[in-house]
């Protein structure tokens, strides 16, 4: 694990000349991707993302075949022209046949990636000498980019960015409701086109460092991971470009450092397990936060019953009286076991004093809380009786659990809406502070 | 009615979905300053023709106009509400972010709010009552909140002639009532509203003026006169036997509707 790290720091050092190229061609490259991703995302276009990714890979080929040389900018071009098709082919398949969009999809990606492979193929036994490295595009390596290329990657990246600021407005009108971007007289036509454009762009130029077949990870998982974080686009879509960023950055020091390692499944396994973490941890759904709400509940639920048990003793008895745990095990029928959990939540509260060979008695604010969730529980009871229409016998139960959930304005509401009254449907007292 | 006075004209408004008539030579003027509803039975091209006359959809044959003009020319004075169920609320935005559409109506794509614009988005939240709202996400409301932020994103367009896709759909009392007493102040405003509805019920105590369709028109007037026996039949009792097998004759053999 510490050869790890430390190799991951001489990577971030910058102590080879080359790895400063990698550093800054996967920054780039999976920054802008998790920018145009967010709307890939938020337009339900994930799977469109899949058949672009896919369906660069033939541009790639055929444009090696025409150049015949590796010119990353003929790459590219090649790339984006048959991703561009691709997408085209699915939406026009779509619209215009009985087939589909799920089909049309599988159609259009299974059969460029096909010829694509098909293409690949033949180039490798085609014996020319610079066709090496071409299968590199399948999974992606950053390390065989050069200064050139990073250049050539940070000046569309640039283009990309300040575009998409200027539309940002109208891809978010045309991610919510079309119609209405429509019918307010947004160019919607012409926003889909540039979006989409600059998505096949951003493929066309990631499958460098990714590969043509995790690409579309990268496009959709670091906004699906920011999404657990917040509800606001613009922090949606900078927390999806910071994922991205690092996820890039951090998986082709892994690939890098591991010489021979393809690039992209390292990266989609760092931004998979954001995603992962964000699922568990994240701010709006989180899984942890739930599980920290019922633990906050539980204890809530077990503090207000068991100052609850003091109620009916601080009416009889005088109120210095200590009360030991057996005691007040049985006056309220309660197991020993969770009364003693519910009198250490009570104590470190300064709900009540005392201790295990003393006894245990409430102070003053004690006697204050067991009164108010006595005084819930039977407003609430009587409330339920009165616009439930249920019998008096009927209403504990319901009220034993809602008492706990009442805030300070909602027991104000029911007083005024019971008009203050004195008595539960049982006939008891409802005990207020100050009458 | 002369076209000059009319808030909505359609000619001969044909709009084709999958080579079947989706509506078919609906032809009608409407009133400027009414609550005017659109009524027919599900599938009757009651959405279709307002998104035709609001160019969501391009009609395929015939036109329409608004305020006797085409409509890029009013835009600005047209406001359209979708249907509720059309967009996906899971989507990250808060009801403020919502209602500022609207104003993108006025500032486009690239204009910044002004105060003004602010101004006029917590006016109209406060017409639907959910000023108390601003700041919750639209995920968060229930199905009358998010008909109250549709409707306020529309009055934030200050337009002068309203259409709106079922506003009354799953909605609760109270939303319903709130609803349909903004569409009267905004009449008195004199505004004029167009309301797709399907609520036999209410129609005649919330709509001066009814449109009556089934993939046809069958009759388009004051809600007094067109409210009766022989319409009502017409619309809701089945389909014209003839023409519904034309339609499905030019969906079968592929014949075009119009050559020249």
């Known amino acids: ?51 672009i990714s896919h369906s660069v890979l033939p541009g790639i080929a055929l444009a090696f075949i025409l150049g015949k040389q590796k010119n990353l900018i003929y790459l590219i071009i090649g790339a984006t022209i048959t991703g561009w098709i691709s997408t085209y082919l699915v939406d026009y398949i779509t619209r215009n046949s009985k087939i589909k969009n799920d089909t049309a999809i599988a159609l259009i990606l299974s059969v460029f990636f096909g010829t694509g492979v098909l293409l690949l193929t033949h180039i490798q036994h085609s014996g020319n000498a610079s066709q090496s490295g071409l299968d590199q595009f399948i999974f992606g390596r950053a390390s065989a980019m050069n200064m050139t ?32 971007a429509r ?60 994922f991205s960023a690092f996820s890039g950055v951090f998986g082709s020091a892994i690939s890098y450092t591991y010489q021979g390692m393809p690039t992209g499944p390292w990266i989609v396994v760092v931004v998979s397990l954001i995603a992962f973490i964000s699922a568990l941890t994240g701010s709006k ?46 006056a309220s029928d309660t197991p020993v ?69 009442i805030t300070p304005e909602i027991e104000k509401e029911l007083e005024e809406e019971l008009n203050f009254p004195l008595l539960d449907p049982h006939e008891k007292e409802i005990p207020y502070d100050q009458l | 009615m002369e076209a000059q006075d009319s808030s909505i004209e359609t000619h001969d408004l044909t709009v084709i979905y999958n080579k079947k008539p989706a509506i078919w030579n609906i032809d009608f003027l409407l009133p400027k300053g009414k609550i005017i509803g659109i009524m027919g039975p599900n599938g009757s091209g009651k959405s279709t023709l307002l998104k035709a006359i609001m160019g969501i959809t391009e009609p395929n044959i015939g036109y329409s106009k608004i305020f006797n003009k085409p409509l890029d020319e009013v835009r600005d004075r047209v406001s359209y509400v979708p249907q509720r169920q059309s967009v996906d609320w899971d989507f990250p935005a808060s009801v403020y972010d919502v209602v500022a559409m609207g104003r993108f109506a006025k500032l486009g794509l690239l204009k910044r709010l002004t105060e003004e614009d602010k101004h006029i988005i917590k006016d109209s939240l406060e017409k639907v009552k959910m000023a108390p709202f601003a700041n919750r996400q639209i995920s968060q409301l229930s199905g009358g909140q998010q008909q109250r932020v549709f409707l306020a994103r529309a009055i934030a367009q200050r337009a002068d002639l309203y259409l709106m896709d079922e506003p009354f759909v799953g909605v609760d009392a109270s939303t319903e009532e709130a609803i349909i007493n903004l569409l009267k102040s905004l009449r008195d405003e004199g505004k004029t509203l167009v309301v797709v509805h399907h609520d036999l019920h209410t129609a005649q105590h919330y709509f001066e003026w009814l449109v009556m369709m089934n993939t046809r028109l069958v009759a388009s007037g004051p809600a007094e006169e067109v409210f009766n026996e022989q319409v009502l039949t017409d619309t809701y009792g089945g389909t014209l036997t003839t023409l519904s097998k034309v339609a499905n004759l030019l969906q079968e053999k592929s014949f075009p509707m119009r050559h020249k």
């Open chain 1, 1 to 51: 694990m510490m050869n790890f790290l430390k190799e991951i720091l001489s990577f971030l050092s910058f102590s080879e000349p080359n790895v400063k190229v990698v550093f800054w061609g996967s920054l780039v490259l999976c920054g802008i991707s998790g920018l145009v991703g967010t709307f890939t995302l938020l337009r339900k276009r994930s799977l469109i993302g899949d058949v």
């Open chain 1, 285 to 330: 759904t989180g899984l942890l936060k739930s599980l920290l709400l019922r633990r906050s509940n539980n204890r809530k639920i077990l503090k207000e019953n068991t100052i609850k048990i003091f109620y009916p003793l601080s009416l009889q008895g005088t109120p210095e009286k200590y009360y030991s745990l057996e005691e007040l095990s049985v």
């Open chain 1, 183 to 242: 019918a307010i007289g947004f160019p919607v036509e012409w926003l889909k086109l540039i979006l989409s454009i600059t998505t096949v762009i951003t493929v066309a130029m990631g499958v460098q460092a990714v590969g043509v077949v995790l690409m579309s990870a990268l496009l959709i998982t670091p906004s699906a991971a920011a999404r657990f974080w917040t509800n606001n686009i613009r922090v949606l879509t900078i927390l999806a470009v910071v």
């Open chain 1, 149 to 180: 290329d990073v250049w050539l990657f940070a000046g569309a990246g640039i283009i990309i960015i300040i575009s998409t600021a200027i539309l940002f407005r109208g891809y978010t009108l045309i991610s919510f409701d079309e119609g209405y």
């Open chain 1, 337 to 405: 076991k969770i009364l003693s959990k519910g009198l250490s939540v009570l104590k470190n509260d300064h709900l009540i004093e005392g201790n295990s060979s003393l006894g245990f008695r409430v102070t003053a604010e004690g006697r204050r809380e067991s009164r108010a969730i006595v005084r819930k529980h039977r407003l609430w009871e009587l409330y339920i009786s009165r616009f439930m229409n249920l019998q008096p016998d009927h209403v504990h139960d319901d009220a034993e659990g809602i008492e706990h959930v």
